[in-house]
T-cell receptor, first 112, second 112 residues
Framework: GEDVEQSLFLSVREGDSSVINCTYT??????LYWYKQEPGAGLQLLTY?????DMKQDQRLTVLLNKKDKHLSLRIADTQTGDSAIYFC????????????FGKGTTLSVSS | DSGVTQTPKHLITATGQRVTLRCSPR?????VYWYQQSLDQGLQFLIQ???????AKGNILERFSAQQFPDLHSELNLSSLELGDSALYFC???????????FGPGTRLTVT
């Protein structure tokens, strides 16, 4: 079945780069997404990448997609304490229309 | 602010009761999705409506139902509530059926 896997925790120091990794199973996913959830808040769409792209850059965020290995990563440059949150990777599986299938989320902790 | 609104923000009710959660999509969006977020199951897709019609169903219990009204707002009805239904319920909207989804702030349901 469809599944999205992420590591659960990542701890970095302020100013360093953070890399959050994700693997997915549905090779037919057209788009892959990264969402951010701060404590007590909803999910904020950070960025997404079309499946025929290898890389997308958006300010401090860089998304890399390796379709062959079904591996997606999100790099945050110059990580700040305000980046501390849970980051979710999501794919559009084909089981139920265009519903998103989410990973369990990676908790990013940024220390000063 | 994503432009998606959900009410109420918090809801506390007893087992066996019925509640209605409301969602207003972003202006111009035709699709509404409902997701449940719980500690043990993570983020799970429940159901999608597109322009008033049910488009896709995910892991939605038979005790749960939803609808989308002509003004495109949606309601999620949860009945015969059980302790295990305590969760955050998110609504998301998108322009069409394959576009990026924007999430509301969620409704936190506590069943006692």
């Amino acid at each position: 079945g469809e599944d999205v896997e992420q590591s659960l925790f990542l701890s970095v120091r302020e100013g360093d780069s953070s890399v959050i990794n994700c693997t997915y199973t549905d090779s037919s996913s057209t788009y892959l997404y990264w969402y951010k959830q701060e404590p007590g808040a909803g999910l904020q769409l950070l960025t997404y990448i079309f499946s025929n792209m290898d890389m997308k850059q958006d300010q401090r965020l860089t998304v890399l997609l390796n379709k062959k290995d079904k591996h997606l990563s999100l790099r945050i440059a110059d990580t700040q304490t305000g980046d501390s949150a849970i980051y979710f990777c999501a794919e559009t599986g084909n089981q139920a229309g265009t519903a998103l299938i989410f990973g369990k989320g990676t908790t990013l902790s940024v220390s000063s | 602010d994503s432009g998606v609104t959900q009410t109420p923000k918090h809801l506390i009710t007893a087992t066996g009761q019925r509640v209605t959660l409301r969602c207003s999509p972003r202006s111009g969006d035709l699709s509404v999705y409902w997701y449940q977020q719980s500690l043990d199951q993570g983020l799970q897709f429940l159901i999608q409506y597109y322009n008033g019609e049910e488009r896709a169903k995910g892991n939605i219990l038979e005790r749960f139902s939803a609808q989308q009204f002509p003004d495109l707002h949606s309601e999620l009805n949860l009945s015969s509530l059980e302790l295990g239904d305590s969760a955050l319920y998110f609504c998301a909207s998108s322009a069409g059926t394959g576009d990026e989804q924007y999430f509301g702030p969620g409704t936190r349901l506590t069943v006692t």
